[in-house]
């Protein structure tokens, strides 16, 4: 059973820092890599998406690297500011015969706080 | 542009009492999901629609049942609440199943507490 972990649990950090986050599973077999972000009381919203085949996907400060083989990802947020605060979680599919429904398995989150 | 809407956003039950939880999406999206996220938990998949007429468990379906009601409707029914099924609730959809089908979008969640 694919389990997807993800350290820190939280993390505070004064403005303007560059961060990373991490996420590992413990099945590489994986067809891609989600990251959210959840505001508080909010739903999900989908970051990035990097594909098996992909080492990284950018948006604007935002960069998420994929190693498959070691079972990790990491997601870089350059210039950290205070509306970055949020709960980010990280996700993967269940494959399926080589496609994927959206069964996902997600990590446990990382708290993020930017402080002025 | 609504996405998927849940409803309600709160509910407050006794131990014992049914209760369902209405999801719809306007998106013409095939498939739908419902998770439960616990503190320290993550988000767990209860029960998972690949397309309509047809519905699956998911990782944590005991206490729950499901109707995918037409394309746009997938609800969550809970016969018979307990403390234990205290969590927030997320509906999802996405286009299809394979290929991209984890594109996911979600609602803004349901809060509910069982007493």
């Known amino acids: 059973k694919q389990e997807v972990t993800q350290i820190p649990a939280a993390l505070s950090v004064p403005e303007g820092e560059n961060l990373v986050l991490n996420c590992s599973f413990t099945?590489?077999?994986?067809?891609?890599l989600q990251w959210f972000r959840q505001d508080p009381g909010k739903g999900l919203t989908s970051l990035l998406l990097?594909?098996?085949?992909?080492r990284e996907q950018t948006s604007g400060r935002l960069n998420a690297s994929l190693d498959k083989s070691s079972g990790r990802s990491t997601l870089y947020i350059a210039a950290s500011q205070p509306g970055d605060s949020a709960t980010y979680l990280c996700?993967?599919?269940?494959?399926?015969?080589?496609?994927?429904?959206?069964?996902?398995?997600f990590g446990q989150g990382t708290i993020l706080t930017v402080h002025p | 542009n609504a996405g998927v809407t849940q409803t309600p956003k709160f509910q407050v039950l006794k131990t014992g009492q049914s209760m369902t939880l209405q999801c719809a999406q306007d998106?013409?999206?095939?498939?739908m999901y419902w998770y439960r996220q616990d503190p320290g938990m993550g988000l767990r998949l209860i029960y998972y629609s690949a397309s309509e007429g047809t519905t699956d468990k998911g990782e944590v379906p005991n206490g729950y049942n499901v109707s995918r009601l037409n394309k746009r409707e997938f609800s969550l029914r809970l016969e018979s609440a307990a403390p234990s099924q205290t969590s927030v609730y997320f509906c999802?959809?996405?286009?299809?199943?394979?290929?991209?089908?984890?594109?996911?979008?979600f609602g803004a969640g349901s809060r509910l507490t069982v007493l």
């Open positions: 099945d590489s077999a994986i067809y891609n």
């Open positions: 999802a959809s996405s286009p299809r199943a394979g290929a991209g089908a984890n594109v996911l979008t």
């Open positions: 990097i594909q098996s085949s992909q």
């Open positions: 996700a993967v599919p269940e494959n399926a015969g080589g496609t994927s429904y959206g069964k996902l398995t």
């Open positions: 998106m013409n999206h095939n498939s």
